[in-house]
């Protein structure tokens, strides 16, 4: 996984690069093409204001005292179109501007590739170029980022899920077994006791392995995407909450990381579902579409509503970055939440 991630770094490096001398190039062309600057656009206007005025005062007009009607609507004409195409200019050459100011007050690197139009005078232009370049590096680097700090995640997931499993989990299978001979050989006032103590471990011993489980998904490792994720229907199918899984035996073949961004996405998603929907009903299922494989997480609970998103939703989003995956949410037919996770086909897939 660590050697992919620096593939993939080096991928969003060149891409980055290219985004670069692509702006750098539409600049010269701009530059090429001569477009008039607002500085020279502006002062253009104010400069034949100004000739104008002077050649009224220099030439054979001349204005009467007291000023009469005709000669004062000539100037208060005069003025008035002076002030409309200074409004006009600073509007037309400004506009660039104000939506450069919209894009970057929505802008969000957990939603990528939005990017303000380049339009409007040279330097209005070079600016919206400069700042859709920084975002490519931006982009870039923050996936690439999270990137490595998922990768270290999951690394350190795995020690964690082995050292519960095998350090904790053989003590306590260890106590469960002496709990055992001393309930074969403890009289009767104090054999419930030790029974009692049985169970206390036994269900310890569980929960043990169950959030190893979830740590390390070795199911997922070993069987596979699909089989990974019916077990995650029966993980959470409770008894306040039913999970139906749709999953079908023919899945185009993805990636190792594919396979762990779905996986985990399904996880957070049903996670959600249980700790906050209040939902009763859920579904999981994965299907094909062109391209790629899709993910649904379906639920009936109360919505998604007005609250912003949280740590485990930015989190599935930012999983969804490092596999070029497609993530949204949205409102589901039964007044739930759909979360759909569609991944793209991969070079590299396992078969």
Same mark, same amino acid.
């Given at each position: 996984?660590?050697?992919?991630t620096?593939?993939?770094g080096?991928?969003r490096?060149?891409?980055?690069?290219? !985004?670069?001398?692509?702006?750098?190039?539409?600049?010269e062309?701009?530059?090429?093409?001569?477009?008039?600057?607002?500085?020279?656009?502006?002062?253009?206007?104010?400069?034949?204001?100004?000739v104008?005025a002077?050649?009224?005062?220099?030439?054979?007009v001349?204005?009467?005292?007291?000023?009469?009607?005709?000669?004062?609507?000539?100037?208060?004409?005069?003025?008035?179109?002076?002030?409309?195409?200074?409004?006009?200019?600073?509007?037309?050459?400004?506009?660039?501007?104000?939506?450069?100011?919209?894009?970057?007050?929505?802008?969000?690197?957990?939603?990528?590739?939005?990017?303000?139009?380049?339009a409007?005078?040279?330097?209005?232009?070079?600016?919206?170029?400069?700042?859709?370049?920084?975002?490519?590096?931006?982009?870039s680097?923050?996936?690439?980022?999270?990137?490595?700090?998922?990768?270290?995640?999951?690394?350190?997931?795995?020690?964690?899920?082995?050292?519960l499993?095998?350090?904790?989990g053989?003590?306590?299978?260890?106590?469960?077994?002496?709990?055992?001979?001393?309930?074969?050989?403890?009289?009767?006032?104090?054999?419930?006791?030790?029974t009692q103590?049985?169970e206390?471990t036994?269900a310890?011993?569980?929960?043990?392995?169950?959030?190893?489980?979830r740590?390390?998904?070795?199911?997922?490792?070993?069987?596979?995407?699909?089989?990974?994720?019916?077990?995650?229907?029966?993980?959470?199918t409770?008894?306040?909450?039913t999970?139906?899984h749709?999953?079908?035996?023919?899945?185009?073949?993805?990636?190792?990381?594919?396979?762990?961004?779905?996986?985990?996405?399904?996880?957070?998603?049903?996670?959600?579902?249980?700790?906050?929907?209040?939902?009763?009903?859920?579904?999981?299922? &994965? !299907?094909?579409?062109?391209?790629?494989?899709?993910?649904?997480?379906?639920?009936?609970?109360?919505?998604?509503g007005?609250?912003?998103?949280?740590?485990g939703?930015?989190?599935?989003?930012?999983?969804?970055?490092?596999?070029?995956?497609?993530?949204?949410?949205?409102?589901?037919?039964?007044?739930?939440?759909d979360?759909? &996770?569609?991944?793209?086909?991969?070079?590299?897939?396992?078969?």
């Amino acid at each position: 996984m660590g050697d992919s991630t620096d593939i993939r770094g080096r991928e969003r490096t060149e891409r980055v690069t290219e !985004a670069v001398a692509k702006a750098q190039a539409a600049k010269e062309k701009r530059m090429g093409r001569r477009t008039v600057s607002l500085f020279w656009r502006i002062f253009s206007l104010n400069a034949f204001g100004l000739v104008l005025a002077a050649a009224l005062l220099l030439g054979p007009v001349t204005v009467s005292t007291p000023v009469l009607p005709a000669e004062a609507l000539v100037v208060v004409a005069g003025l008035a179109a002076l002030l409309a195409g200074n409004a006009v200019v600073l509007r037309v050459g400004l506009a660039p501007l104000r939506r450069l100011g919209s894009a970057m007050t929505t802008a969000d690197l957990l939603r990528p590739g939005a990017r303000a139009v380049v339009a409007g005078p040279a330097e209005a232009a070079e600016l919206i170029t400069t700042y859709n370049t920084m975002l490519d590096r931006l982009e870039s680097e923050r996936t690439a980022g999270a990137a490595r700090a998922l990768s270290a995640q999951e690394r350190e997931r795995r020690r964690i899920a082995r050292e519960l499993h095998d350090e904790v989990g053989q003590t306590l299978t260890a106590v469960l077994l002496q709990l055992k001979r001393v309930a074969d050989r403890a009289p009767d006032e104090l054999r419930e006791e030790v029974t009692q103590a049985q169970e206390a471990t036994r269900a310890g011993l569980d929960e043990i392995r169950r959030i190893a489980r979830r740590l390390r998904p070795g199911v997922l490792e070993e069987l596979g995407l699909a089989s990974a994720v019916r077990s995650l229907a029966a993980e959470f199918t409770t008894r306040g909450l039913t999970v139906r899984h749709h999953v079908p035996g023919d899945l185009p073949p993805l990636t190792e990381e594919s396979e762990l961004v779905v996986y985990r996405v399904a996880q957070e998603g049903l996670t959600n579902t249980a700790r906050h929907a209040g939902a009763d009903r859920a579904e999981i299922s &994965l !299907a094909r579409v062109a391209g790629g494989v899709e993910l649904l997480v379906r639920d009936n609970g109360r919505g998604l509503g007005t609250a912003p998103e949280g740590a485990g939703i930015r989190g599935m989003r930012e999983r969804a970055l490092l596999v070029g995956a497609e993530l949204s949410l949205l409102p589901g037919p039964e007044d739930g939440t759909d979360v759909r &996770l569609r991944v793209p086909l991969a070079a590299g897939a396992r078969q």
